[in-house]
């Protein structure tokens, strides 16, 4: 990195994914706000930039001309006018000449080119005093956004510009841009909005790359290219570091380097306690391509695989066959290990482009149709995942397990479903695991509090800490203004906890934790003191754990157990578990 003489700037958000990453920034414009950064494209390049801007035209054309087409077939030819009259803009010399122009004479991106141009004609349109003229600045407007949407693309295309190693920056990510920056193999990402377990700093974890979101408006001072610090072990983000914050971040860095070599030394141990008390360490898993990672952790399995992926990568809905095709690569690859195989939890937005017809807007998507409860009401979707996780369970060895139960009912029900799905298998002569395994994400109070009657139906429990947290608290996960209300270290969160391992004990089955909470070393004492039988975490962080639990034994931590949950005083609670955190 080189020195800069820039002005060094500090933001504090919330950490999402440990680490520290040192790099240049790779700008993700905000689109909807046109918080758009002036470029200077190199001269050689102005040309093709130039080529750039006439094929976002160009694809904006053929969009309104299907969009014509469209409106005329449903409403009749008298209302297409206007897109007439947007296509009729789009060949305006006003705009078009005056963008080529500046690219040309200025050697500015085409983002920044059109966007001066359309405020300077919407300008010129405000002085008009004629009404009618005057609003039509909205439709300069309109088409400006247009082509603009055209040049940055969704996220997930700008990001597909990113050099391998560059720090991405950007208002927010989607689930969808999370493929595109494994698939570039960036250095991190920083981003203004977010909480500690919303879904992409989970995906940060599992990238093993360092992560700090929350950072409320950084877009608005970090510059494209600019140099930056990721500090996410204390959520820092640093612009443009000084010479003695970068030598500091460096050793820090190679410090850094040195321990995941040291722990990759416990990899072919047990995940054992030193009096020999044995559990379970296992990985979460987001796509099908961290499988590899998950075989070179050193755990022995999935034990939660999102299937979210399937639907999200292409944005529509998957037949049964690519997802029995995907699931099956999966459990091979696997092999001899399980693999714990969750069923869509989606909810809010995408899921109209992607075929769940019907579905409305929703002001409260974490507690409206999410999970389960989606799956409910497409029945047909939901048995279509089912047949292919079962056809997948004949090559290897599966577990199904559903998200968001609320109820013992909720359970049967989905139960039900399996049993139908099992049934339209066998009149189509497809082979299955009859006696596959069947569990329950306990992530929901309800749930938690009725933890014995769901674990009498079910073979497994697998608790799900940061929607229980969430829940718990009333807490959005992934609101950084209440982040700090977040609070796994509490009573009502531990309590919580013991109730559910104790009741499937009692009912003889097995409980495991998926939620982030497992990955916590300051847990893992705890934890194993309450009889957690399985840790379900992200690769990278089952090094440390295994660690941990190989340096404490049972005994001490049953008796940490024993003494956060007999004591009612929260301070209390909070300094044992602090005393034997182990690090
Ligand atoms: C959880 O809620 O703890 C969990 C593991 O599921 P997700 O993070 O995918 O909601
Ligand atoms: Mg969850």
């Not at 300051?522 to 009889?531: A, E």
């Not at 660690?547 to 301070?571: F, G, H, M, P």
Request: hydrophobic share 40%; glycine share 6%.
């Amino acid at each position: 990195m080189e020195q800069t003489t820039k002005q060094t700037n500090v933001f504090k958000g919330v950490i999402a994914s440990s680490g520290i990453a040192i790099g240049k920034i790779f700008l993700i414009e905000e689109e909807e706000e046109f918080a758009i950064v002036p470029r200077k494209i190199p001269k050689q390049n102005v040309k093709k930039e130039v080529g750039r801007f006439k094929i976002a035209v160009a694809g904006v054309t053929e969009e309104l001309a299907i969009a014509k087409k469209e409106i005329i077939k449903v409403f009749g030819k008298e209302h297409s006018l206007l897109a007439d009259a947007h296509l009729l803009m789009l060949e305006d010399p006003l705009l078009n000449r005056d963008v080529i122009r500046r690219i040309n004479e200025e050697g500015v991106n085409a983002e920044y080119a059109l966007w001066t141009v359309v405020e300077k004609v919407v300008q010129s349109f405000e002085k008009i005093d004629d009404e009618y003229f005057r609003e039509r600045k909205n439709d300069i407007q309109e088409i400006g956004k247009r082509i603009m949407r055209q040049l940055t693309g969704p996220y997930h295309r700008a990001i597909a510009e990113a050099g391998k190693g560059s720090i991405i920056v950007a208002h927010s990510l989607g689930p969808s841009d999370t493929i595109k920056l494994k698939e570039r193999n960036v250095g991190a990402f920083v981003t203004d909005v977010g909480g500690r377990t919303s879904h992409i700093a989970l995906f940060a974890q599992d990238l093993d790359i360092p992560a700090v979101v929350g950072l409320k408006n950084l877009t608005l001072t970090a510059n494209h290219e600019d140099d930056i610090i990721v500090d996410g072990n204390q959520g820092l983000v640093i612009l443009n570091p000084d010479e003695q914050t970068l030598g500091n971040y460096k050793r820090e860095y190679d410090s850094q380097i040195a321990e995941k070599h040291e722990l990759e030394k416990l990899r072919d141990l047990p995940a054992q306690t030193s009096d020999g008390h044995r559990v379970a360490l296992a990985c979460n898993v987001d796509s099908p391509e961290e499988v590899k990672t998950v075989l070179n952790s050193g755990s022995e399995g999935i034990g939660l695989l999102r299937t979210e992926f399937i639907y999200l990568k292409e944005n529509k809905m998957p037949s049964e066959e690519q997802q029995y095709e995907i699931c099956k690569k999966v459990v091979h690859k696997m092999l001899p290990y399980s693999v714990i195989i969750r069923t869509l939890d989606l909810g809010g937005d995408k899921l109209m482009q992607m075929g769940f017809e019907g579905f409305t807007h929703e002001s409260n998507p974490f507690l409206g149709l999410r999970a389960i409860r989606l799956c409910f009401k497409y029945p047909e979707i939901f048995k279509a995942q089912l047949r292919a996780i079962l056809r997948a369970s004949k090559e290897g060895k599966v577990k199904i397990m559903f998200p968001m139960i609320s109820s013992v009912e909720e359970f049967k029900r989905a139960k039900k479903y399996l049993e139908e799905a099992k049934s339209e298998l066998q009149n189509k002569g497809l082979e299955f695991h009859e006696k596959i395994e069947v569990g329950a994400m306990i992530e929901i109070p309800s749930a938690a509090l009725t933890a014995d009657l769901i674990a009498r139906e079910a073979d497994f429990l697998s608790i799900g800490t940061n929607d229980l947290i969430q829940y718990t608290f009333a807490v959005d996960r992934m609101n950084e203004s209440v982040a700090y209300m977040y609070e796994p270290m509490h009573l009502a969160i531990l309590r919580l906890i013991k109730r559910i391992i104790d009741a499937g004990h009692q009912a003889g089955k097995w409980v495991g934790m998926c939620g982030e909470m497992a990955a916590d070393t300051s847990f893992t004492s705890i934890l194993v003191g309450l009889g957690l039988d399985e840790f379900s975490i992200p690769p990278i962080a089952v090094p440390k754990i295994k660690k941990a639990i190989r340096s404490i034994t049972l005994a001490d931590a049953q008796d940490l157990a024993r003494e956060v949950l007999s004591n009612n005083d929260r301070e209390a609670a909070v300094s044992a578990i602090r005393r034997n955190h182990i690090t």
